[in-house]
């Protein structure tokens, strides 16, 4: 479990834990992303870690990537991630779905055939309300219970090797914590699916 700052740090988590040995790439490794964005800006900073981690070897059919959110993201970055073949499942699906089909798919989609399995937790895909912390939070997010129970399907899921909590800055949280609060509640119920992994 890795706790960071902003969205950058899925890029060096999976670089650094990932690589097959003696490879070059990422192509052992899956990802699941919840994110209100699809992290494919040019450069090294926030936003990017989507675009990198493809850059260096992520095979783009073994990501899915939930919760964009299509009042936040431009045309031209969910026209490149779908053309680059990313596996895409917007806000409002989840919302048609439910959030426990959607996590499901984005296992299996992941995990086809390997049990190297990363999911990236960005607070930016929580509803303002749940996240104030996350400073590109806005109205309509994810609810607390939809990223509770991705978290505990991740830890039941034996394909998952770790997960890492973004886009929180504590010194922004409301007076109650309410961001910090729920982060740590998403790494105890990821820690209950553990616990109770066949």
């Known amino acids: 479990v890795v706790l960071g700052g902003d969205g950058?740090?899925?890029?060096?988590?999976?670089?650094a834990g990932k690589v097959p040995a003696g490879g070059n790439g990422l192509d052992a490794a899956d990802l699941v992303m919840l994110d209100a964005f699809y992290d494919v800006r040019d450069g090294v900073g926030n936003c990017s870690s989507l675009r990198r981690l493809v850059d260096v070897g992520l095979r783009p059919d073994r990501i899915l990537h939930l919760g964009a959110a299509d009042w936040l993201t431009s045309r031209s970055h969910a026209d490149e991630?779908?053309?680059?073949?990313?596996?895409?499942?917007?806000?409002?699906?989840?919302?048609?779905?439910?959030?426990?089909a959607c996590v499901?798919?984005?296992?299996d989609v992941a995990g086809d055939g390997?049990?190297?399995?990363?999911?990236?937790?960005?607070?930016?895909?929580?509803?303002?309300a749940a996240a104030p912390a996350s400073l590109d939070a806005v109205p309509g997010g994810?609810?607390?219970?939809?990223?509770?129970?991705?978290?505990?399907a991740a830890g039941r899921d034996q394909r998952v090797r770790g997960v890492d909590l973004v886009e929180i800055d504590a010194t922004a949280d409301a007076p109650d914590l309410r961001t910090v609060r729920l982060a740590a509640m998403v790494v105890l119920e990821f820690a209950a699916g553990l616990a109770l992994r066949p």
């Open 81 to 100: 991630v779908a053309a680059r073949g990313v596996h895409l499942v917007p806000r409002r699906i989840v919302d048609e779905r439910g959030i426990d």
């Open 104 to 107: 499901r798919e984005a296992l």
């Open 142 to 152: 994810l609810a607390p219970s939809d990223l509770l129970a991705a978290a505990f």
């Open 114 to 128: 390997n049990t190297n399995v990363h999911v990236s937790f960005d607070f930016s895909v929580c509803d303002r």
């Open 8 to 15: 950058t740090a899925t890029f060096p988590v999976m670089a």
